[in-house]
């Protein structure tokens, strides 16, 4: 997961930060930031996220540290490319690109014997929109699809720049043998070493039929195409005209921005494009159930998030019967993904969201994860 996802382990990464001292000077000194620019760290997950402030100057820019062998600089420039399109077009607010002295989007720097890559984004005031109540989360779950509507949208029709280089999130890369986040099954035997062998027998059906369903689903142009991939409510950065601001950080809202505002006046940007990839589409809708799957709130979500989407892109019987199992598809990813970063403070208890797991995973076999779906199509 990006930038976005909630950090957690600051202590456990101390090293890996002193470390990198070194490798954030160099990558400061790429850019005009001023005499003295000061960096803050903000978020520490796949990725580092600094918040750099030149105090002389009034600026402050947003710094993304990208962690070795998750994307090379040719698959960054690709998704900075996506994020200016949709920003140049009006499809959606993204927080600008900043060049460094070279003109380049992406800053490489050597670390030992690793490469690291970064990325300087003009800062962007606003707050995650807060899953709150059910009304108010409901709410927010109908804007995530309005969101995830037009960007699709954009993405079906965009000519993408020669060399656009992007991941698929396929079978093979999710739960596969290429799993870009690790084995599920691992994951499994390290939150739970105690129980890994019983609940891994229990999901194996599962994650069984959800490879049978995708398959049968396919891969057409009309259902899969280029995705955020976690397109969450974390991943949105809400603020309205209005908003109290740093002063002389931030001037007039630019055309861009108040072209994409809601009808409250509040500009949503989207941000942390750092799983954009190929997919299915609807795989965003799963994405923005991250964690809460087992919620009883979970078929109103889906309900919101379809309806809004809906008044952008079509959607068939065969697209709503998928969405179980890329619901499924993403939860086990999640799995996995809380095997491999035990700093993480995603969810309050990794034991017992594997444990859920596999609970959600015989009510999708039982076909009732999402039974009143079919009642949402329409023509």
Do not use: K, Q
């Not at 070279?102 to 606003?126: K, N, Q």
């Amino acid at each position: 997961m990006g930038t976005g996802e909630p950090g957690g382990g600051a202590g456990v990464v101390t090293g890996e930060l002193l470390e990198l001292a070194g490798v954030l000077t160099d990558v400061l000194a790429a850019y005009d930031l001023g005499p003295a620019p000061v960096p803050v760290l903000v978020n520490i997950s796949e990725n580092m996220t600094y918040r750099i402030d030149d105090v002389a100057g009034n600026r402050r820019w947003a710094l993304r540290l990208h962690r070795p062998g998750y994307h090379d600089a040719a698959e960054i420039v690709a998704e900075l490319a996506w994020v200016a399109a949709l920003r140049a077009e009006g499809v959606v607010a993204t927080p600008p690109v900043v060049a460094n002295r070279f003109g380049s989007v992406v800053t490489t720097v050597r670390s030992g014997d690793a490469i690291r890559h970064a990325v300087l984004f003009e800062w962007v005031d606003g707050v995650s929109p807060e899953l709150g109540d059910t009304a108010g989360l409901i709410s927010s779950f109908g804007l995530l699809g309005d969101i995830a509507g037009r960007m699709h949208d954009h993405a079906a029709r965009w000519s993408r720049p020669a060399g656009f280089s992007r991941f698929a999130w396929s079978w093979h890369a999710t739960l596969g043998p290429g799993a870009r986040w690790g084995s599920w099954r691992a994951g499994v035997a390290a939150v739970l070493p105690g129980e890994a062998e019983r609940v891994v027998t229990m999901l194996e059906p599962a994650a069984a039929e959800v490879e049978r369903g995708l398959a049968a689903y396919g891969r057409g142009s009309d259902r899969f195409g280029l995705i955020h991939a976690d397109m969450r409510l974390a991943n949105l950065l809400v603020a309205r005209p209005a908003m109290p601001r740093v002063p002389g950080l931030v001037g007039e809202i630019p055309a861009a921005d108040r072209a994409v505002a809601g009808r409250s006046g509040a500009v949503i940007h989207v941000i942390d494009f750092d799983d954009c990839g190929f997919g299915w589409y609807l795989y965003d809708l799963a994405a923005a159930l991250s964690f809460i799957e087992h919620s009883p709130a979970l078929p109103a979500l889906v309900a919101a998030w379809l309806e809004a989407y809906r008044a952008h892109r079509p959607l068939g019987p065969a697209d709503l019967a998928v969405v179980p199992t890329l619901v499924l598809l993403r939860r086990l990813l999640l799995v996995a993904w809380l095997g491999t970063h035990p700093h993480s403070d995603a969810v309050p208890d990794a034991a017992a969201y594997a444990r859920d797991t596999a609970a959600l995973a015989d009510r999708y076999l039982a076909r009732t994860l999402l039974p009143d779906l079919a009642h949402h199509s329409r023509p």
